[in-house]
């Protein structure tokens, strides 16, 4: 059977004008495992509340950040694509959950090469069910629908591979040689609480109190809290950090739920009114840097620093398309690729 690859990453707006910017909102947010409520209370918010004023302020942001090529995100994404396209042998594909790069398009241009045996790679070294359980489920609708002829297999959450922490870890050491840094903060993306119980598989094991992530359970597969903190434990053995010298936070959160906790800005700003002067981000949740690290962090995470009296703000940039990083999926896949043949 002819093998081939699916990267997905998770998408951006055509452009970053407000309706590119709603267009994108839209889909993105009205999906159920993003907003995870009734189909009739989630269009109430979303295109009642949410769509009526978040695209101008997130096309501003946007703004701030696009480069001329392109939405990052996409640009660093096809960069990626590129560099293990060079590495491997079978086809390599590139979609995205939202917007018009689909997973349907993907699916086809594989198929279309002769694929008959799809590596589904979603491109998050967290699972979660607003990022990989989404995609994952939706490419098997689409397998179902088109393309019943195919196989699918998906890459599971890669948090905890001790390639990947060596790949993060000698990232962060590489930008933060030279410097003296108070403290680095290891900021994920933010999930509403209620995300973390529903993906709970034994239905009791995650109370969110501070000490369930680091008791052992099954219930860590598919626990986003569990793997983020892990992969701040890692880095920080990896790496030899001192104790009090890192912590880890939640950004971007959206409405007046609970979401994981403590949130990144008020974190930032507790570092800073406590006397951090040098501080170093680092994002893990994100593979290739976009609006939440390059806004919402490096711009917005700063401000807020210096506000607070901090003086020296250093954003790790993620992964994206370094050589290491490339070397390390594509090993993963030439291995998949040799796998049973
Ligand atoms: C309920 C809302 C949201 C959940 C849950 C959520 C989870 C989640 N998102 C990412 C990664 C990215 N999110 C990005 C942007 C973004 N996220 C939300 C909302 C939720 N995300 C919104 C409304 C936006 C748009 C921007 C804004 O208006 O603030 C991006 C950036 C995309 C880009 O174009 O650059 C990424 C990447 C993860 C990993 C995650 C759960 C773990
Ligand atoms: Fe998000
Ligand atoms: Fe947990």
Known sequence: MKKGILLVNLGSPESPEPKDVKKYLGEFLMDERVIDIPLVARAALVKGIILKTRPKASAAAYKKIWWDEGSPLI????RLQRGIQNKVEVPVALAMRYGSMTIKKGLQELVDKGVEEVLLFPLYPQFAMATTETIT??????????????????????????DYIEVLSNSVKRHLEGKQIDHLLFSYHGVPERHIRKSDVTKSHCKIDGSCCATPSNAHEFCYRH????????????????????????QSRLGF????????????ERLGKNGVK?????????VSDCLETLEEIAMEGQEIFHEMGGHEFTTIPCLNDDAPFVDLLSNWINTWVTSNT
């Open 278 to 286: 040098n501080m170093a981000i680092v994002t893990p949740a994100f």
């Open 257 to 268: 739920d609970p979401w994981l906790l403590p949130y990144t800005d008020r974190t930032i």
């Open 137 to 162: 489920v939706l490419a098997e609708e689409l397998r179902q629908a088109f393309f019943p002829n195919i196989k699918i297999e998906s890459v599971p959450a890669f948090y905890n591979k001790p």
């Open 75 to 78: 640009v660093i994404s096809e």
């Open 227 to 250: 793997q983020c903190l892990e992969v701040t434990k890692l880095v920080a053995e990896k790496l030899k950090l001192k104790t009090g010298s890192y912590s880890t936070s939640f």
